[in-house]
């Protein structure tokens, strides 16, 4: 067999039916969180688009990398899971593989560059507000190509991929370390660029910053991640015949659930993306009269002026009983009905 065939093995019946069956259950879950969650961050993005900023398209990357999961991966190890074995062969299992390979680590160096600017907007506050659309989108077509380098490997001839030990999902063949020294070094460099390094870096930040919401997504990377790395390291030098399926299946699912963390922390915990969340909502709200409580151009062009403001929630404003200010008074601005206004200046509005 060459390294770039799944290697695929007789039958396992080590997971009992129920087991399967609650596997496809678990992961059916996860993936209406994972759409109901990053759907909402991709729509909150689309109705404030004229306020976002150059380094928030790393959380709209993270979002979109973590829908293309649930359309890539989730359906063929739900199927899998409910027909209690893997069913769509060598090829499908290659796919797979590489797709759920591929996005992980588009997260991964995604959240790892929100932990620099994060850290560099606390520390060094310049360069994050002199980043330029053309340096933000750089660095996510970075993370896309970091992502597609590593997942293109096993493919190319170097490791490969197979199934993992319950049979409904596939992943890198960690056995190949202990087959060659070639193996071995990919294993080894995998693991410092892919989860070692990326950890570094993220804890080196957050110790250098004091903001929870950040602390926490980068908390939630790490818990997620670490159970499934310290399993995989054990199978690259072990014998992961020895340890318990239970062992095998339970960090799988643990770092599968990694993609709702994100817009979870981000509405429990910023307040700015939590009123974008309200705002929305509220304009698909219909009103007694059928139409909806407030309209696109409301979001977009609420007048804001004077002294000594602060919305606590989304004002709903109609255009037509907008007045002029008169001229001995603020002047006014356009923004978006989502700000925070404190002695008649907005507030930064962002997530990052």
């Not at 997971?15 to 993936?31: E, H, R, T």
């Not at 070692?196 to 080196?204: G, S």
């Not at 963390?261 to 909502?281: E, G, H, K, Q, W």
Request: net charge positive.
């Amino acid at each position: 067999m060459n390294n770039t065939t799944a290697a695929f093995y007789p039958p396992r019946r080590q997971v009992p039916d129920w087991g399967y069956n609650a596997l496809g259950s678990y992961v059916l879950c996860i993936g209406f969180c994972n759409l109901i969650g990053n759907t909402f961050v991709l729509l909150v993005s689309y109705y404030r688009r004229k306020k976002i900023k150059p380094p928030e398209v790393f959380t709209i990357n993270l979002a979109v990398s973590d829908l293309l999961l649930l359309l890539c991966a989730y359906p063929w190890m739900v199927a899998s899971s409910f027909s209690h074995g893997w069913q769509f062969g060598d090829a499908g299992c290659i796919s797979y593989a590489f797709f759920r390979f591929m996005l992980g680590l588009v997260n991964i160096a995604d959240i790892t560059v929100l932990a620099v600017v994060r850290y560099l907007k606390v520390c060094r506050s310049k360069e994050v507000a002199d980043m330029s659309w053309t340096s933000a989108l750089m660095v996510v077509a970075g993370t896309w190509m970091f992502g597609a380098f590593w997942a293109l490997m096993p493919v190319c001839g170097w490791s490969r991929y197979t199934l993992e030990p319950f049979d409904v999902a596939c992943t890198l063949d960690y056995k190949t370390a202990q087959e060659s020294q070639e193996g071995a070094a990919f294993m080894m460099i995998l693991f410092t660029f892919c989860f070692f390094i990326p950890v570094a870096v993220i804890t080196f930040c957050y110790v250098c910053i004091v903001r929870t919401i950040a602390v926490m997504v980068g908390v939630g990377f790490i818990l997620a991640w670490t159970p499934y790395s310290l399993v995989s390291l054990y199978a690259t030098f072990g014998d992961l015949k020895s340890l318990p399926i239970i062992y095998s299946i339970l960090p799988s699912m643990f770092a599968k659930s990694a993609s709702i963390y994100n817009p979870i922390i981000y509405f429990f915990m910023n307040d700015s993306f939590r009123r974008d969340v309200t705002a929305l909502i509220k304009l698909s709200i219909p009103k007694p009269g059928g139409s909806t409580s407030c309209s696109h151009s409301a979001w977009e062009k609420t007048p804001t002026s004077g002294r000594g403001t602060f919305m606590t929630s989304p004002q709903r404003i109609k255009l037509s009983e907008m007045r002029p200010t008169e001229p001995s008074q603020a002047k006014t601005t356009t923004t978006t009905a989502l700000i925070t206004q404190v002695e008649g200046r907005e507030a930064p509005s962002t997530w990052v």
